[in-house]
């Protein structure tokens, strides 16, 4: 763990965010700029996002599906709505290619000096309904992004022992 990039290093999820932390519209770029080029079979770039600021017009509509669900998510600086083209998926690996871009953008934040937390506890399909989000693209995860609330460390960072990951049965 200690050998590792900083970044992947000091990263982690918070489940609460500083509601006085802003996050510019030029780092806003550049997280989106992060997941431009992340890799993807055949160069398909099966992903679009929805980026709201906490100041942005569009917040309120996005802030809607996420209360309820994940109300810790409501003071991050930025919500970040992940959108995979998986619908007519003929190589089965879209959902992936979401995800790496989107772990590319959560290390961009992590460079920012700022932490990600990705979820699947919001409303789906109201989301999808008010954004106009239909087959093939589906919204798969959401993003929240910011500075962790004051006093919040991190937790829930166990994992499997390294000597755990190698495929056994060779
Ligand atoms: C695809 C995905 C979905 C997740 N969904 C939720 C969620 O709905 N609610 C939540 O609080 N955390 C969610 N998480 C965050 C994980 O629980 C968290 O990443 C995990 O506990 C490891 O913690 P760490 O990222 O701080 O190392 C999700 C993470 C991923 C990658």
């Known amino acids: 763990m200690t050998d590792i990039t900083p970044l992947l290093r000091d990263r982690w999820s918070p489940r609460g965010y500083d509601p006085a932390h802003t996050l510019s519209p030029e780092d806003a770029k550049l997280l989106l700029e992060a997941a431009r080029w992340a890799p993807s079979a055949m160069n398909l770039q099966p992903w679009r996002f929805i980026v709201a600021l906490r100041a942005d017009a569009l917040r309120p509509r996005l802030d809607r599906f996420v209360a309820g669900h994940s109300d810790w998510a409501l003071d991050a600086s930025a919500l970040v709505v992940n959108i995979c083209r998986s619908g007519d998926d003929q190589l089965g690996v879209a959902h992936y ?42 919204a798969v995860t959401m993003t929240a992004i910011g500075r962790p609330a004051a006093g919040l460390q991190p937790s829930g960072r166990e994992r499997v022992d390294v000597s755990e990951l190698l495929w056994k049965d060779i």
Do not use: K, N
């Not at 590319?104 to 409303?123: K, N, P």
């Open 97 to 138: 290619d979401l995800g790496d871009a989107v772990a590319h953008m959560c290390i961009e934040a992590e460079a920012l000096g700022v932490h990600a937390r990705q979820f699947i506890s919001f409303d789906r399909q109201g989301l999808s309904r008010e954004f106009g989000i239909v087959a093939p693209w589906t």
